[in-house]
């Protein structure tokens, strides 16, 4: 499995922008698809999460400004963000809870991360 993450980039402090994030590849299931993001000096956090129910989870600094969506068919998983602040600033990582099939366990396959930079 291959993800591919996209969008991002320098967006003004109070402004909006939008990840995206594609699944490739074949014989697996994908269970979760998420956000998690890295600042300078700081360890990777998650950000946002939506199950393969539609169950979403937010770090509580973003609960209220950023929103996690998925399309099932094309295996995407999107991440709206808006009000944005200088503390976003990060590398945001697309990941994927999957299982493959004939297997039971869970394994995560991560993208390559993408650069939000918020100028206040």
């Known amino acids: 499995v291959q993800l591919q993450a996209s969008g991002g980039g320098l967006v003004q402090a109070g402004e909006s922008t939008l990840l995206s994030c594609a699944a490739s590849?074949?014989?697996?299931?994908?269970?979760?698809m998420g956000w998690y993001r890295q600042a300078p000096d700081n360890k990777r956090e998650l950000v946002a999460s939506i199950t393969d129910i539609g169950t979403t989870d937010y770090e509580d600094s973003v609960r209220a400004r950023f929103t996690i969506s998925r399309d099932y068919a094309k295996r995407m998983v999107y991440l709206r963000m808006d009000s944005l602040k200088p503390e976003d600033i990060a590398v945001y990582y697309c990941?994927?809870?999957?299982?493959?099939?004939?297997?039971?366990?869970?394994?995560?396959?991560w993208g390559q991360g993408t650069l939000v930079t918020v100028s206040s």
């Open positions: 590849g074949t014989g697996f299931t994908i269970k979760v």
């Open positions: 990941n994927a809870e999957i299982t493959k099939w004939g297997r039971t366990n869970h394994i995560h396959a």
